[in-house]
């Protein structure tokens, strides 16, 4: 296997400038948006490991898709731990919490 060609990395570069970076947690971030971005996370794992989009993942827990791209992209500001727990919940009810 060989280096890509110049229109295989133009296409990759292409393809990356339309990628929303995900966020990033700040060290001096609370325990709160800890929670959240930790609840963030398991959508996340959750739609690897099962191989789901997020569309079809959405249709399964009966929220907006753009709600949960927002989810998906850690925008924690946009959401209490209640409503994400709630979200949580559905995917996995046994979820156990603690903070810490």
Do not use: W
Not at 19 to 48: G, H, I
Not at 57 to 63: N, S, V
Request: proline content about 4%; hydrophobic content about 40%; charged content about 35%.
């Amino acid at each position: 296997m060989g280096f890509p060609s110049r229109k295989e990395l133009d296409s990759i570069m292409k393809e990356l400038e339309s990628v929303e970076p995900t966020k990033l947690l700040p060290e001096n971030a609370s325990k709160s948006d800890r929670l959240k971005y930790d609840l963030c996370k398991q959508f996340v794992v959750y739609l690897r490991h099962n191989n789901l989009s997020q569309a079809e993942l959405a249709r399964e827990l009966k929220i907006d898709t753009a709600r949960l791209n927002e989810i998906v992209k850690y925008k924690i500001e946009l959401f209490t731990v209640d409503k994400l727990l709630d979200y949580t919940e559905q995917l996995n009810p046994e979820i156990k919490v603690v903070v810490a």
